[in-house]
C-alpha cells in the first residue's frame, strides 16, 4: 500500500494541471537576459524558430540567420534563437556566456532566448508544439541536431520544418520565407 501511495504522489508531483497550449501564441518563454516574454507578442509575425549551440559545426549559421533578419524584421518577421544543450554537450554556456558569445563574434540582434530543452523528458512547451503533430495539428517534426530550423506563419501555424545542415541562404528556404513574409 505503501509503495502505491508513494507512486501516486510522485505521479501527482510532476503531472502539471496548466493546460496544454492550443496555440503557439499560448505558450511563454524566457529571454536570455531572464524577462517573461509571452510568444503572443510575436502574434501576426512570421517567425523562424531556431535552436542553437554555440559549439556545434553548424555554429556559423548564426551569420546567416542575422543577414536574413536583418533583410526581413522592417516585414514583421522574427528570428527566434533557442540555445539547448541537448546534442553533444555543444551548448555548456550559461546565458550570459551565450549572449555574449553571439553578440560578440556574430553580432546577433534577432531575440535569443533562455536555454531549454528541446527533446526528451524536459522538453520546454514551445519545441513539445513545435515538433508533434498532435500539438501543432500540421507536422511531425522530432529535432535531429542544432540549427533545426521551424517556419511559423503569421497565423501561428507551423508551415514547415528545415533540417540542420540547410542553410536560410538555400534557394529552397529563402523562397518559403519571402513567401510567408512578402506574399510572393
Request: charged share 25%; proline share 5%; net charge positive.
Given at each position: ?10 505521479s ?150 528545415f ?14 520565407i ?7
Open positions: 500500500m505503501k509503495i502505491l501511495f508513494a507512486a501516486l504522489f510522485i501527482l508531483l510532476f503531472t502539471s494541471n496548466a493546460p496544454k497550449p492550443s496555440a503557439i501564441y499560448d505558450i511563454k518563454v524566457q529571454d536570455i537576459i531572464g524577462n517573461k516574454v509571452p510568444m503572443s507578442k510575436y502574434k501576426g509575425k512570421v517567425l523562424l524558430i531556431v535552436n542553437v549551440a554555440s559549439k556545434c559545426k553548424y555554429t556559423y549559421q548564426y551569420k546567416d540567420l542575422q543577414a536574413l533578419y536583418d533583410e526581413y524584421q522592417e516585414d514583421d518577421f522574427a528570428v527566434l534563437a533557442f540555445p539547448a544543450n541537448n546534442f553533444g554537450s555543444q551548448e555548456p554556456g550559461t546565458d550570459e556566456e551565450i549572449n555574449r558569445f553571439c553578440t560578440s563574434k556574430y553580432g546577433v540582434t534577432f531575440p535569443m532566448f533562455s536555454k531549454i530543452s528541446v527533446t526528451g523528458k524536459e522538453i520546454h512547451p514551445l519545441y513539445q508544439f513545435l515538433t508533434t503533430k498532435k500539438e501543432n495539428g500540421r507536422i511531425e517534426a522530432p529535432i535531429k541536431w542544432n540549427f533545426q530550423k521551424f517556419l511559423v506563419g503569421r497565423d501561428g501555424k507551423v508551415i514547415k520544418t533540417k540542420p545542415a540547410d542553410r536560410v541562404t538555400d534557394a529552397v528556404i529563402k523562397r518559403a519571402r513567401k510567408q513574409v512578402k506574399g510572393k
